[in-house]
């Protein structure tokens, strides 16, 4: 947060952090309802196709040149790990996972993150506080999917594998995160994510087209109007928002985001699809997400600085 930030602009500050809780939350139920006349790898595609070139227009328009030729071959790195990998593993996911407990799952990246670092050597290591988050965590994914494991069916084995996908999706965003901390923080951060969701974008486009998913694509008025909202306001509007409430907030604050997040998405599941949400899977969710409390509160006493790189860095795409 800036020194310099007068009380306007922390209130509209504190305003685009409330719309990065709405927005980012919204996603997940805009992606559960755009697949329903969508095939995954088309929806995602074309979504950071148009989200990506709205945003480089607009970076033209402004007279910003983008990104260097030798800065293109990390743009498309990332575009593979958090928009292929990442937000493709929770389209796909979407198929057979609720969309709230979708949200929940993805809020667990930190422990992914913080595994990813514990591997590298100029990483940073675990401490017990870490692993008691993990653990805590881990039992929150157990006990989530725990009916499927022991009774199985078609059912339960789709379920299993959108969790699987869902896992994925968290491990492509923690390799990105700790790619782009170390690779990619000179760069104009509007350029940067232009080309990444470009890349990333057509990426997703041709694995569709791969797998014939053109003879599957339709529009509905449902499915339209959330592919509409999903590419521009989910995809351009939040990353805007969360831009500005980290330039003027704290960290820790504008970070709260990721906890409120499935609260709302769980909450539009049930609602508005009629998703289930047990008594069982409320107690995993608390489990969940006292665990990436437990994992962030350790991160932020030892990198507050570094913390904050990897926190912008991820909160690109997650943000579905």
């Known amino acids: 947060m800036s020194n310099n930030t007068t009380p306007r602009e922390r209130q509209l ?12 939350g919204t996603t997940y139920l805009g992606i559960r309802v755009s697949l329903e006349s969508m095939p995954p790898m088309l929806m995602g595609g074309l979504r950071w196709l148009f989200a990506g070139g709205a945003l480089a227009f607009y970076m033209a328009m402004r007279g910003e040149r983008m990104l260097k030729r030798d800065a293109l071959k990390g743009a498309v790195i990332l575009g593979f790990l958090m928009f292929v990998m990442g937000n493709g593993g929770v389209v796909w996911a979407e198929q057979y996972v609720p969309s709230g407990l979708a949200a929940v799952v993805v809020a667990a990246s930190p422990f992914w993150m913080a595994g990813v670092e514990a591997f590298r050597a100029d990483g940073e290591r675990m401490t017990k506080r870490t692993i008691a988050g993990f653990l805590l965590g881990f039992a929150g994914t157990v006990l989530l999917i725990w009916p499927e494991l022991i009774h199985g069916g078609v059912g339960g084995h789709n379920f299993l594998l959108g969790m699987a996908a869902l896992q994925l999706a968290c491990l492509g965003w923690s390799i990105g995160s ?11 951060i509007f350029s940067a994510t232009a080309a990444q969701m470009l890349a990333g974008g057509a990426m997703m486009l041709a694995i569709g087209t791969v797998r014939g998913e053109w003879t599957s ?7 339209a109007t ?3 909202y999903l590419s521009t306001i989910g995809a351009i509007g939040g990353f805007v928002a969360y831009t500005y409430a980290l330039r003027h907030l704290p960290v820790s604050l504008v970070s709260l985001y990721a906890y409120i997040n499935p609260i709302i998405a769980v909450a539009l599941g049930v609602a508005v699809l009629g998703e289930p949400f047990t008594l069982r899977m409320a107690v995993a969710a608390a489990f969940v ?12 006493t030892r990198r507050p600085e570094t913390n904050r790189t990897m926190k912008s860095t991820i909160a690109i795409t997650r943000r579905t």
């Open 13 to 24: 500050a504190l305003f685009a952090w409330l719309a990065v809780c709405l927005i980012w």
């Open 178 to 188: 700790s790619y782009s901390k170390r690779h990619a923080r000179s760069e104009n």
């Open 217 to 223: 694509l339709a529009f509905t008025t449902r499915s």
């Open 226 to 228: 959330a592919f509409i």
């Open 289 to 300: 997400l006292g665990g990436v409390a437990v994992v962030r509160s350790a991160d932020q």
